[in-house]
Structure formats: structure tokens, C-alpha cells
């Protein structure tokens, strides 16, 4: 795996590590005493990773250790790169048939308990019901500002819309991906994990594909995703 982004990783260590015997593995650890929310995370993370099926492209639990103050995870090493960003047409391609595949491999969801999309994401998709709620929202062009009423009413399903039994990543961004040398795409860190409708990754990952400047989807509306139900 290569060196996490300081900017998406807790405070702690992400390392590679290799053991006297040659065994390679990466290890990420965490301590309460630093963080105390870093600890939660890495305990979800180990539940769901030890949950996935084999056929999912993810690092496999190697190990875990828990003392309440650090809790460490053992994974797979995983030989990879991260996409670039902004994405390049055919890297982008891989990733939506790998996407594709994620959530027909996820499906039922091996988690049951997973949060489930409509209560874990309700305060990205109500947007447009809480400036609807505001008696003069700031930064809205005249359009939007005059069409907001019907925006809110659009988008007030979501929640039945998002409704499934597919457990989505629910956090695809280019540094939680991997690109292998043998043409796969491997998916790494899985704390943040919704049951919901099997689209639902591809819904959330367009954002997290940009440089700056972009517009957020771009990239992912000019291209074509294997169809899927």
C-alpha cells in the first residue's frame, strides 16, 4: 500500500512492516490518549473488513489487538498505486466496473447491521429541505433561489430511494483504492460502511474525483458504467 494522506488519515501510524520471516503486512494503530474517536473507527474497521466475502477486492484482516487505549489492526499489504486526480479516462473506466462488481459481491449486505443510508447520510441529502427552511439563504443564484421550494420537494424521497440490502464503502475516494499491476482494484478502509441501495457508491464517489477547479461528476458523467439493475 503506499504512504496514507495525512489529510484523510487519523493521528497515528500507517505502516508497511515486514517480519523477520519475510512476512509483509500493514499495520495501522491508533491510541485513545491522542484521539479518543480515532479508536472507534479502527474497531469498525476491523468488524467489517473480518465481515467481507473473499470474492470482495479488500485487504484481508490479518490480526487485531485492543488494549482500550491502542488499538492496532494487521492487514494484508496490498502492492498498488492510487488513481490519479483528476481521474484519466481509462483509470476511471476500471474503477466504475470495479464499482459495479463491489456491489454485486456486497449484496445481500455481510454486514445486517450495517447503518442503514437513510440515517447515516441524512444530513448530506437534505440540503435543499434546510435552505428551503431558511427565511433568506445566502449564495443562492436567482434561479436556484427561485426554484428551491421544488427543488426540497424533489429531493425529499431520497431516503426510500436509497433504501436496499447492498452494503456500500460509503467513503470511495482515490486514496482508499489501489490499482494492482494485475488490473485490479483493490478498496482499503472500511469504517464507514451504510446498507443501502447497490448504486449508492457510485452515487457518493464523483465528488472525490477532482482536482481543482473541476466540477464535482464531471469526469464520472462523461463516462459508461457496465448497466446494472
Avoid at 483504492?177 to 469504517?191: C, G, I, N
Amino acid at each position: 500500500m503506499p504512504p496514507p494522506n495525512p489529510a484523510a488519515s487519523p493521528p497515528g501510524t500507517a505502516a508497511r512492516v515486514r517480519t523477520a520471516h519475510g512476512h509483509r503486512a500493514f499495520v495501522k494503530a491508533v491510541s485513545a490518549q491522542t484521539n479518543a474517536t480515532s479508536p472507534v473507527f479502527h474497531r469498525r474497521e476491523a468488524r467489517h473488513t473480518a465481515a467481507l466475502p473473499p470474492t470482495v477486492p479488500a485487504p484481508r484482516l490479518l490480526g487485531t489487538y485492543d488494549d482500550g487505549t491502542w488499538t492496532v489492526l494487521v492487514l494484508e499489504d496490498i502492492e498498488g498505486r492510487q488513481p490519479h486526480v483528476p481521474w484519466r479516462r481509462p483509470e476511471l473506466h476500471r474503477v466504475l466496473d470495479a464499482v459495479a462488481d463491489l456491489s454485486d459481491a456486497l449484496t445481500p449486505s455481510p454486514v445486517p447491521d450495517a447503518p442503514l443510508a437513510a440515517d447515516a447520510l441524512a444530513d448530506q441529502f437534505d440540503g435543499w429541505e434546510r435552505l428551503s427552511a431558511e427565511p433568506t439563504p445566502d449564495g443562492l443564484d436567482p434561479w436556484t433561489a427561485e426554484h428551491l421550494p421544488a427543488l426540497a420537494e424533489l429531493a425529499t424521497p431520497w431516503p426510500e430511494a436509497v433504501t436496499g440490502d447492498t452494503l456500500a464503502h460509503g467513503d470511495l475516494r482515490a486514496d482508499n483504492m489501489l490499482l494492482t499491476e494485475d488490473d485490479r482494484v483493490v478498496f482499503v478502509d472500511w469504517p464507514h460502511v451504510v446498507r443501502g441501495a447497490p448504486w449508492l457508491d457510485l452515487l457518493l464517489m464523483p465528488p472525490c474525483g477532482q482536482g481543482p477547479g473541476r466540477r464535482p461528476g464531471g469526469a464520472v458523467r462523461h463516462a459508461s458504467p457496465r448497466p446494472r439493475r
